[in-house]
């Protein structure tokens, strides 16, 4: 076999500062794996998981430790079992698609089964000093109908007050990243629903979400950092209305797929979300946004740059990538 295997570090700046519960972005570090054989090159992007310590340096660790291998011809297969999901396995899992597209001659959309089209993406604000600044970010977000808020546990009620007055025409979905205890869930929600909040993300924090299992909510509440994998899914259907599949956490397309399948067939709601990541990793992302309820691609958004011939981005719809970028779109 003539495969192989090519891995790189990448550093795109962010255009401004973004602040989530806990943490603050200004330039997202990833890797990006290219796999080659025969003249073909599949390609995939990791991004990883902060929350998980899953950083870029870790994951070329990773992708190295099995170079032999990936070398050897390891199938998508037999990378889930030789790797737990993290955001190296996604590098080489959708690098691995990306190239079977490639050498089967089908689209990712034949291979998949899946019947694509454009798809209307969230625009995320995220944490500022005061309501005030959210509130003219989200006004001068006027060409997206649906907001995504990241709020912590300061003054949640009042930072969706100032948006809901600048936007009363948006629907509003907000993502605490953990960031709230139970107590101040219950005593926010029924406040959050008046203000037609449409969902909450993972407002507990992972491990500590037991709580949710007794919980009426008045709005669906969405787990993101509390779902990681399908071994995790029994837990979060006792405790969740909907699952956010991020691929860094799947640990790839494959396992993306899978997860979402089993979710819907529960009775879940899905949301595909990303960790801000390039076009390279919204493509196979794109895949999963087409079983979902709620779509956030906006990542390349924040970025500086982005992958020449990558997604396409008009105001809120999301569309394929040009021919040749990833799995055979278009």
């Known amino acids: 076999m003539n495969r192989k295997l090519s891995v790189h570090k990448t550093s795109w700046p962010m255009i401004a500062p973004f ?17 080659s054989e025969s003249g073909n090159v599949g390609r995939g992007e990791g991004c990883g998981a902060y929350y998980l310590n899953d950083f870029a340096d870790g994951m070329l660790d990773q992708v190295e430790a099995l170079r032999r291998d990936i070398e050897g011809g390891l199938s998508r297969e037999d990378l889930q079992e030789v790797m737990s999901p993290c955001g190296a396995r996604n590098a080489l899992d959708c690098a691995l698609w990306d190239l079977e597209s490639q050498q089967s001659g089908k689209s990712i959309w034949e291979l998949t089964g899946i019947t694509p089209k454009d798809q209307r993406t969230v625009f995320t604000i995220g944490i500022e000093a005061t309501p005030e600044k959210m509130a003219e970010k989200a006004a001068r ?11 912590d546990n300061e003054a949640p009620v009042e930072r969706i007050t100032a948006i809901r007055k600048a936007r ?24 959050l629903a008046d203000l037609g909040v449409a969902m909450i993300e993972q407002p507990l924090p992972r491990g500590d979400d037991a709580g949710l299992e007794d919980f009426k ?10 779902c990681l994998h399908r071994g995790e899914l029994p837990a979060a259907l006792e405790r969740y209305d909907m699952i956010n599949i991020k691929l860094d956490k799947t640990g790839g397309l494959t396992e993306g797929l899978a997860l979402a399948q089993e979710a819907l067939d529960a009775g879940k709601r ?8 390039t ?13 979902c309820d709620y779509v956030d691609l906006d990542g390349p958004l924040n970025l500086k740059s982005d992958h020449l011939g990558g997604m396409s981005y008009k105001n809120s719809l999301v569309s394929q990538p040009s021919a040749g970028f990833w799995g055979g779109m278009r």
């Open 217 to 226: 909510s008045p709005v669906p509440i969405c787990a993101d950092e509390s």
């Open 270 to 277: 899905l949301m595909v979300g990303n960790m801000v990541g």
């Open 168 to 191: 009363p025409d948006a629907a509003l979905v907000i993502d605490a990243n953990q960031g709230f205890t139970l107590s101040q869930l219950e005593e926010v929600a029924p406040q």
């Open 19 to 35: 602040r989530i519960t806990g943490h603050v972005f200004e330039v997202i570090d990833m890797i990006e794996v290219e796999i």
């Open 279 to 291: 076009s390279l990793s919204m493509a196979p992302s794109f895949v999963v946004a087409q079983l």
């Open 141 to 151: 977000a006027d060409g997206y109908p649906i907001l995504k808020i990241k709020l």
